[in-house]
């Protein structure tokens, strides 16, 4: 059967069609989406490939943090092993450059789920954590994370921030959130209607 359209999600997902679309998918259209901008920073794709991409910021994340918590000397950094879980320490690292003298920094990078909350129950009450992604550990132990977040939110003694807004309200306090249900929708728009040939290299770099 003919395929008029490949929806991709993830940059994952995106790096398997670069690699095999010839062989699977040619000339057919691509809609990429859930791809972090910086995971396609200085690549090019054919002229029917295209999508949407999403800016996970953290800086911002942090920056309500520093608000909300003026008296904070302390940041925790909570991430996975999982290679879509290393994209966030690179944006960690860059957006606490201008703040490097005023905290004190603590990495808690693929740590077991049952470290990671002893860790964090007894941490200080004016620390300030920032819950990235955890979809693996160094153990080879797989999670979702949004299950993550909402098990280091009942042993946290301090505020935990985020980036996903799936995690508000069960797992995170706030933070400069992704609405992925809103860039869902918005990735639909792009794919509906966007069959092969002209019209749809155009609808796609649109």
Not at 1 to 16: E, G, H, P, Y
Not at 35 to 47: L, N
Not at 128 to 157: C, K
Not at 165 to 170: I, V, Y
């Amino acid at each position: 059967a003919r395929v008029d359209l490949v929806m991709v999600a993830s940059s994952v997902a995106l790096d398997f069609v670069t690699r095999n679309r010839s062989l699977l998918w040619p000339n057919t259209p691509v809609v990429y989406y859930g791809v972090s901008d910086r995971r396609i920073e200085g690549k090019s794709f054919d002229a029917d490939v295209g999508g949407l991409t999403i800016h996970f910021d953290v800086a911002g994340t942090l920056a309500l943090a520093m608000q909300l918590q003026p008296n904070a000397t302390h940041i925790v950094y909570v991430g996975g092993a999982a290679k879509y879980d290393q994209v966030f320490e690179p944006l960690f690292q860059e957006a606490m450059q201008p703040h490097a003298s005023q905290y004190r920094v603590t990495k808690l990078i693929g740590l077991p789920l049952a470290t990671l909350t002893q860790e964090l129950a007894r941490l200080p009450v004016d620390s300030i954590v920032l819950d990235t992604s955890m979809f693996l550990d160094q153990t080879g132990e797989r999670y979702v994370p949004a299950d993550v977040a909402r098990s280091l939110s009942e042993s946290s003694t301090a505020p935990i921030y985020g980036v996903f807004g799936s995690h508000l309200g069960d797992g995170i306090l706030g933070g400069s959130v992704v609405d992925f249900e809103e860039h869902g929708k918005l990735a639909g728009l792009r794919g509906h209607g966007s069959g092969r040939g002209a019209d749809a290299r155009k609808r796609l770099r649109g």
